[in-house]
């Protein structure tokens, strides 16, 4: 019964692959995000969606697509991988697009080689 | 400059002392104020939040905001070995759900 699940855990890849993570949450939310966490621990949000309309889409590589085929679930894909996308990605959620509060998923390590 | 700056510590405490952890900002136009705390290699987890100024109370733990000094704080009373972890704290204004970090405390409580 966990709120806010990611698949998978862990994801070691070589450069230049294509890679999709996977978010769902089962707390009825409407609005779901995607932030990175580097290793320095900084959080930093990529992109919103509420009721699968995409409402914060920061400066990240358009090599970094997210996809919400509902308001349940959240996909990030990304292609061309790079060094530099080696980080933690976590999803959460929220209620509404207010955002007061919000549930985060386990994350996902990324480590490209 | 960061909008938010938060020391990162690392900060070591012994059993039952009070922590106090801060986070200063730049953006008047934050209302909401978030604390998160992070176990290692667990997703953060919302302690608690507060709109505007003043202060909240859940058990151990205290936020208070200052937003005519632009800080706030998060207080740890009774600290245990299980508090060991980073705490993070996080602003956003009104409108809009981007929340803005800081970087994070690292907490280690020790017996």
């Known amino acids: 019964d966990t709120a806010v699940s990611q698949t998978p855990k862990y994801l070691v890849t070589q450069m230049g692959n294509d890679k999709s993570i996977k978010c769902e949450q089962n707390?009825?939310?409407?609005?779901m995000y995607w932030y990175k966490q580097d290793s320095k621990k900084f959080l930093k949000i990529m992109f919103s969606?509420?009721?699968?309309?995409?409402?914060i889409n920061e400066t990240v590589p358009n090599r970094f697509s997210p996809k919400s085929p509902d308001k349940a679930h959240l996909n990030l894909h990304i292609n061309s991988l790079e060094l530099g996308d080696s980080a933690v990605y976590f999803c959460?959620?929220?209620?509404?697009?207010?955002?007061?509060?919000?549930?985060f998923g386990p994350g996902t390590r990324l480590l490209v080689l | 400059q960061k909008e938010v700056e938060q020391d990162p510590g690392p900060l070591s405490v012994p059993e039952g002392a009070i922590v106090s952890l801060n986070c200063t900002y730049s953006?008047?136009?934050?209302?909401?104020f978030m604390w998160y705390r992070q176990y290692s290699r667990k997703g953060p987890e919302l302690l608690m939040y507060?709109?505007?100024?003043g202060n909240k109370e859940d058990g151990r733990f205290t936020a208070q905001v200052d937003k005519s000094s632009k800080y706030i704080s998060l207080f740890i009373r009774d600290s245990q070995p299980s508090d060991s972890a980073t705490y993070l704290c996080?602003?956003?204004?009104?409108?809009?759900?981007?929340?803005?970090f800081g970087e994070g405390t690292q907490l280690t409580v020790n017996p």
């Open positions: 959460a959620s929220s209620q509404d697009s207010a955002g007061a509060t919000q549930y």
């Open positions: 953006n008047s136009a934050f209302q909401y």
């Open positions: 507060t709109y505007s100024s």
């Open positions: 996080a602003m956003k204004p009104t409108s809009g759900s981007r929340l803005t």
């Open positions: 707390l009825g939310h409407d609005t």
């Open positions: 969606y509420n009721n699968k309309e995409l409402i």
